[in-house]
């Protein structure tokens, strides 16, 4: 997630992490590149859609996640031991040419852009492990996880895009790598250039989506990250309520827990924890993630030779790599990252659009949002940070962010400018006001509210609870019917909002959340 983590936030996303859908969540359901050293929306609802419940049936496991973990503790830990103990480690990367014959790239950014794809290695475990952390099934030999690793020129940000498994992509020309049979432009889901192109295919699919170029291609599998969890002595993982999934046997009571490779396993691969799915299993993982850093750079990795050959040596068994990506490459980019914070890194998932795009023999596929997309993607070119600069307030923990909550304001008394002051002092703690407040009309005689009310469809109870701890002594109203925007009736006891946040929570333009906002505080 110190050393910012060019890890996966990891999971498949589906059209739940958008940043553009419209309702807020309810209640769930049962430039040429510089002269750099060459070292290394509306908010989603709980209710999920069509396409959202076709992606969440799909059950094979990110791993993506577990790769870019393993290998920012590499990377990380060359920081600290010199060139004397990463020498010779790279020999046992194994080697991919993902760059062949590649032409009419994009145009260089500044900072480098890593691709980091996440395949499935769950018959490099034995069998003992894969019954006990429920692994199950035959390997699919597949990548589960793609994701953008860019590090700012400075190596000063680490920003991590992930992109969903099931978007919509065109793959150019190629020959198909199995059948070695020349293929004209088709459409597909983007996980399938993997299938039938590699690496190569790979990166010139997502470089020609994204307009990104690629500095380097790092694939990684699963296996690495369950070990490299063990060598460094387990990670700590708190949390604010029960967490548990039937599928992956996780069973984590309210509080902190030690997990070794295995059980981090579960907890980054649960995603029937409750109706949040894919996108709650994305927050833990990024959660995950912050705890890594952590757990690294306080254990004496980076100062430690031989811890540091044993986490490296551990996780660089499961690595492939492009030729270019090297011991040098490994300690510039080390050496750069070992002052790096969990606030350093930022991850998000490329915003999608509301509605995905149905393909004839490919099936439901999941849209890049036409505007968000590129303008996320510009971002990186340019260098510039994806979250926005935010000054952490003490707030009341609730279960759903206010930036995922629509909010209409009316006044309920005869004050003037009452319904104007809630609903700045709403949006300025986060709530997704109209920012057109309204009169509540009152009939001759009638007395003004005393109370201010909260009304809400009890589809989005969990919403309405979040804004009620928001406004201090309110009447939660339940209006069957009454849809996505929740309402308020400022009464004339209303003095203040209280300030409230999500234990994870998506923020920004892009979602983006940074590594000290999903650690354990």
């Known amino acids: 997630m110190g050393l910012r983590f060019w890890g996966p936030l990891g999971s498949a996303a589906t059209a739940e992490v958008s940043s553009h859908v419209t309702a807020p969540p309810r209640s769930p359901a049962p430039p040429p590149r510089g002269p750099y050293p060459p070292r290394l929306a509306d908010p989603p609802r709980e209710g999920a859609s069509p396409v959202a419940r076709r992606t969440r049936r799909q059950r094979r496991p990110r791993w993506a996640l577990r790769c870019a973990a393993a290998l920012s503790l590499a990377v990380l830990a060359a920081a600290g031991v010199g060139h004397t103990v990463v020498t010779g ?9 993902a760059f062949k014959d590649m032409k009419n790239r994009p145009e260089g950014g500044h900072g480098m852009n890593v691709l980091l794809v996440g395949t499935d290695g769950r018959d490099k475990i034995s069998r003992a492990e894969r019954k006990k952390y429920r692994l199950g099934g035959e390997p699919c030999h597949c990548t589960d996880t793609i994701m953008i690793v860019h590090i700012s020129a400075d190596r000063n940000r ?17 020959v198909d790598r199995n059948s070695k049979k020349k293929h004209r432009p088709h459409p597909v889901k983007i996980n399938a250039a993997y299938a039938e192109g ?67 396993l579960q907890y980054v691969r649960s995603r029937h924890i409750d109706g949040a799915a894919d996108l709650g299993r994305m927050q833990r993982q990024q959660r995950f993630l912050a705890a890594l850093i952590a757990k690294a750079t306080s254990s004496g990795v980076l100062l430690n030779p031989v811890k540091f050959r044993d986490v490296t040596q551990t996780l660089l068994g499961s690595v492939r790599a492009d030729k270019g990506f090297g011991t040098e490459d490994m300690l510039a980019l080390g ?8 606030s350093s890194s930022e991850f998000t998932t490329v915003p999608l659009d509301q ?37 952490r307030r ?41 920012g057109a407040p309204g009169t509540l009309p009152l009939a001759p005689g009638a007395k003004p509210l005393a109370r201010t009310v909260v009304a809400y469809d009890p589809r989005w109870d969990r919403s309405a609870k979040s804004l009620a701890t928001a406004l201090p002594g309110c009447e939660m109203r339940q209006v069957p019917g009454q849809g996505a925007v929740l309402k308020v009736l400022a009464g004339s006891d209303f003095r203040q909002v209280r300030r409230v946040r999500a234990e994870d929570a998506f923020q920004g333009e892009f979602g983006v959340v940074t590594g000290d906002e999903v650690v354990c505080r």
């Open 355 to 391: 509605q995905g795009r149905t393909v004839p023999g490919v099936g439901a596929t999941l849209a890049w949002h036409p505007k968000k997309a590129p303008k996320l993607f510009q971002a990186l070119r340019d260098d510039k940070p994806l979250a926005p600069h935010r000054v």
């Open 335 to 342: 050496r750069a990252m070992r002052d790096f914070s969990p």
């Open 158 to 174: 680490a920003s991590v895009v992930s992109l969903p498994r099931d978007s919509y992509a065109e793959l150019p020309e190629h």
């Open 394 to 434: 003490k707030a009341v923990l609730v279960p759903v962010s206010p930036g995922l909550i629509q909010v209409q304001v009316d006044n309920g008394t005869r004050t003037p400018g009452l319904a104007r002051r809630v609903d700045g002092a709403l949006r300025k703690v986060g709530f997704r006001t109209t």
């Open 89 to 97: 480690l790279d020999t046992g990367i194994r080697r991919v040419d």
């Open 198 to 264: 590699g690496p190569n295919l790979t990166v010139r699919t997502v470089e020609r989506m994204t307009k990104v170029k690629i500095d380097h291609y790092l694939e990684v599998d699963f296996t690495s990250f369950m070990k490299t969890v063990d060598v460094l002595g387990g990670v700590d993982i708190c949390t604010t309520r029960p967490l548990k999934d039937a599928y992956t046997g996780l069973d984590l009571p309210v509080g902190t827990h030690q997990l070794n490779g295995g059980q981090a």
